[in-house]
Nanobody
């Protein structure tokens, strides 16, 4: 079973940048869709951005133009570059890898990394 480990979270001021990383214990080529979600206190977990095996990307309206998702197949890692951070971006960020076919079909989650943006 693949393990996902996020890193790169922290405390920054509004307007600053952070880059999150999510490293997989196996090849990310085994997954069809990879993405980032976030969950603020008392809120549901929301989709932030995804990237497919073919390289297509999706961004939620709230982060479009500020965040960039990318991947490095050689390092089995995906990234989320977050620029122009806002206080409302404060949340725990989770990476999620989805495999659509068996064996191993399903969603795989990381443990989360805290991002706090102060005003």
């Amino acid at each position: 079973q693949v393990q996902l480990v996020e890193s790169g979270g922290g405390l920054v001021q509004a307007g600053e940048s952070l880059r999150l990383s999510c490293a997989a214990s196996g090849s990310i080529n085994n997954f069809n869709i990879m993405g980032w979600y976030r969950q603020a206190p008392g809120m549901q977990r929301d989709l932030v951005a995804t990237i497919t095996n073919g390289g297509s990307t999706y961004y939620s309206d709230s982060v479009k133009g500020r965040f960039t998702i990318s991947r490095d197949n050689a390092k089995n890692t995906i990234y989320l570059q977050m620029n122009s951070l806002k206080t409302e971006d404060t949340a725990v960020y989770y990476c999620c890898f989805r495999r659509l076919v068996a064996p191993g079909r399903g969603d795989y989650w990381g443990q989360g990394t805290q991002v706090t943006v102060s005003s």
